[in-house]
């Protein structure tokens, strides 16, 4: 039997889709959880939907709490700090559909791995209605530091994080919210494999991902989406949030495998360099995105000098 999991659900003015997302939590095969939820000040009636739900669920331990009211992010961060370090813990977005054998699949993988372990799933593409669009991309390649660093592949609301695991991301949730990092996910898949946590990202869809216009950041898979994300490593705006990653971590380093902490010190004398410096430094780290595609964009944009840092971290 695992510790309970702590399904740490962020909300704000989630009532079109939350009593979905509710009822999909419900229905898990795996019924070892508690549902903590912290609302950013909901005015739709959404805490009237959690106390509803809470007074079906007389097994589950129902904890509701105000979140920061600065974003979804820190309010994940925030729920980080909240949870029970002695159990598990799983990203909860309010407007997804969860399938009933989500937990049982990510409680499967952590059951009986010592030290930090983090399951990760594909999701299933779907528009506003849930009318299933495609599947997530498949990614082949490792999940390692050395990806981590440039890519953010480990969708977060598919996380499940043992004890372990939980307890490493508590200790370094402040210095992610000082930091103001952009992404909880792409945070925590650094911070894992910084510290040389056991990490999978299964091939098997877990979840419906809604795609509506309230959503943080949306898919990744179609040329338009594409074709934003590379715009945005040559306007400086993946350059910024490469500097709230630094900033980040560079305080919990000794949270790393003594490996990381030298590739990490590499790193950030890399992003502080000019052009092709940062280029052949990349080459030389062996950084890699899940395609080749995506490396050669990566690695263009660094020789063109627009990853720079330009103050010390």
């Not at 095969?29 to 912290?38: E, F, I, P, R, T």
């Not at 980080?80 to 049982?104: H, N, S, T």
């Amino acid at each position: 039997m695992h510790p309970p999991i702590t399904i740490a659900l962020a909300t704000y003015n989630g009532s079109p889709f939350l009593r979905e997302q509710l009822a999909s939590i419900a229905a898990q095969s795996d019924d070892g959880w508690n549902l903590l939820v912290s609302d950013d000040g909901s005015t739709d009636g959404t805490l009237d939907m959690i106390a509803e739900f809470g007074a079906s669920q007389p097994a589950h331990k129902l904890r509701v709490i105000d979140g920061p009211r600065k974003g979804a992010t820190r309010n994940f961060l925030h729920l980080i700090g909240q949870a029970d370090p002695d159990g598990w813990f799983a990203f909860c977005d309010q407007d997804d559909v969860w399938r009933p054998e989500k937990l049982a699949l990510a409680a499967r993988y952590l059951e009986g791995r010592d030290g930090p372990a983090v399951y990760a799933a594909r999701t299933t593409i779907c528009d506003e209605s849930l009318n299933v669009l495609t599947p997530a991309p498949h990614y082949a390649r490792g999940l390692h530091f050395r990806n981590a660093l440039i890519q953010a592949c480990m969708p977060g609301n598919t996380i499940v994080a043992n004890s372990a695991a939980l307890r490493l991301m508590q200790k370094a949730a402040p210095y992610a919210a000082a930091a103001n990092v952009v992404s909880h996910d792409w945070w925590t898949y650094q911070l894992m494999s910084a510290a040389g946590a056991q990490i999978t990202r299964d091939a098997a869809q877990v979840l419906f991902y809604r795609q509506h216009p309230g959503n943080l950041m949306g898919r990744n898979d179609t040329s338009r989406a594409k074709a934003a994300r590379l715009s945005m490593l040559f306007d400086g705006t993946f350059a910024g949030w490469i500097g709230q990653n630094q900033d980040a971590l560079a305080p919990v380093a000794e949270l790393m495998t003594a490996e990381n902490r030298v590739l990490f010190g590499r790193f950030d004398a890399a992003v502080r360099s000019n052009g092709a410096v940062t280029a052949a430094a990349f080459l030389q780290m062996g950084l890699y995105r899940q395609t080749r595609a995506g490396t050669a964009a990566l690695m263009a944009a660094a020789l063109a000098g627009r990853l720079r840092q330009p103050r010390e971290i």
